[in-house]
């Protein structure tokens, strides 16, 4: 067994069994690829030869590391970290025009590792390496590429952005199965922002149980603080939730159901959120949509008899955005009575479509909550922006924003 420098997984599980291959997967700001450096860097720490496969520029990575007090830099330079940035134009070398073929991207990857060595290799993400599997049955190439990096000699670690482009979602699930163990990382919304969690689904060789623990990033670095010893408790789609529940008049919990994995983040982390997912829809040219919202029609014609009002409703209008957002979909609160909603792999007919979805939804429970009448319920205000659309418009947000304020110019 070998440590990966993830406390939890080390005290609970005694770490990764050396020469498997491992897949840590979540949605976007997660803490993938810090997972990943501390793997890396536990490794280093040891004496391991390293290699890092990245999406991302080589000196952003270093820098990124230094943050997180993983010295890369060193380790690049004395050879015992190699650092490969995937290509820009990896989409067309992986068209069966093209020529290549996942062998010969293994072969690649071998010659700058010493399989007699051992060491610890890092793939983040593997996403890009599974449109190697079109035209192909998705579990014969799962076995091939987990079955070729183990060949390889280190022991792999897998980051996977999930969910996938529905084209790759069944071979990332035969991956899944390929891997000696999987590891998911969430963000799960509470009152008044949300928590990170960290769930083994499964990890071969060790407890035949499946645990997750609530973590945090300290330092730029993920840490496990006193209170999550005990596994967190995980809300899956379909079960209930205590979830961003509102408060009742008399400021305790009102009764509340909301589905859980939808990403409500806080700033600045959405903003960030916001340029990966727009920087991910330029590089793989896909679509990408915003959508905004104004709940001050709402809020301000609510009457005083009304069962809830101010920021208790904003709360529970908050989990109906939830029940109506899918897996994919991210929620932010954008300011008091703004909320904006990243759209990935949504086109604009398609943002659309979740607009008049929301809005209905959002008709039913304030009617049915007593909220409103029917006759005096208000409209809600949204404004949407989408790549490629508004390519030339800049910013999508402040695209959404500007239309926002003025309707009649969207």
């Known amino acids: 067994m070998i440590v990966t420098g993830i406390d939890k997984l080390d005290a609970e599980f005694g770490g990764f069994e050396a020469g498997r291959v ?4 979540g949605a976007s700001g997660t803490g993938k690829t810090l997972f990943g450096l501390q793997y890396l860097a536990a490794g280093l720490d040891r004496g391991e030869p390293g290699l890092l496969v990245t999406s991302e520029r080589g000196a952003s990575v270093v820098q990124e590391g230094e943050k997180a007090g993983i010295a890369l830099g060193p380790a690049i330079t004395s050879g015992r970290l190699t650092l490969l940035e995937y290509p820009e134009e990896l989409e067309a070398l992986c068209s069966p025009v093209s020529g290549l073929e996942l062998k010969d991207i293994l072969a690649e990857l071998s010659r700058h590792l010493h399989p007699d060595l051992g060491g610890r290799a890092v793939i983040d993400p593997v996403t890009p390496l599974l449109q190697f599997a ?5 579990a014969a190439f799962a076995r091939a590429l987990a079955g ?13 952005e999930a969910p996938v482009p529905p084209d790759f979602q069944l071979v990332l699930t035969a991956l899944e199965g390929q891997a000696y163990g999987t590891i998911e990382l969430s963000l799960v919304p509470v009152a008044g922002g949300f928590d990170r969690r ?14 997750a623990y609530r973590f945090e990033i300290e330092k730029d670095r993920i840490a496990f603080p006193e209170r999550a010893h005990a596994p967190a408790a995980i809300a899956r789609r379909g079960e209930p939730a205590n979830l961003l529940a509102p408060l009742g008049d008399n400021g305790g919990p009102a009764v509340a159901r909301a589905e859980a994995p939808v990403v409500i983040a806080a700033p600045p982390a959405y903003i960030q959120h916001l340029g990966r997912e727009a920087a991910r829809a330029q590089r793989y040219g896909r679509p990408f949509s915003v959508a905004l919202f104004s709940l001050e029609p709402i809020l301000e014609g609510v009457g005083r008899e009304a069962p809830v009002r101010g920021e208790p409703l904003v709360r529970r209008l908050l989990q109906v955005f939830q029940t109506h957002s899918r897996e994919t979909e991210s929620i932010a609160r954008y300011s008091y009575d703004r909320v904006v909603v990243f759209l990935p792999e949504t086109p604009q007919e398609g943002a659309l479509v979740y607009v008049r979805r929301l809005q209905q939804g959002l008709r039913e429970t304030l009617i049915a909550e007593r909220v409103y009448e029917p006759a005096s319920l208000p409209e809600l205000r949204y404004s949407v922006a989408s790549y490629p659309e508004d390519l030339a418009a800049g910013d999508l947000l402040d695209v959404a924003l500007g239309r926002l304020i003025a309707p009649s110019e969207g």
Do not use: D, N, S
């Open 22 to 25: 491992y897949l840590v997967k």
């Open 134 to 138: 079109r035209g192909r049955e998705p």
């Open 148 to 160: 070729g990096l183990a060949a390889l000699g280190p022991t792999v670690l897998l980051t996977a």
């Open 198 to 211: 960290m769930r083994i689904t499964r990890l071969r060789g060790g407890p035949a149980r499946q645990a």
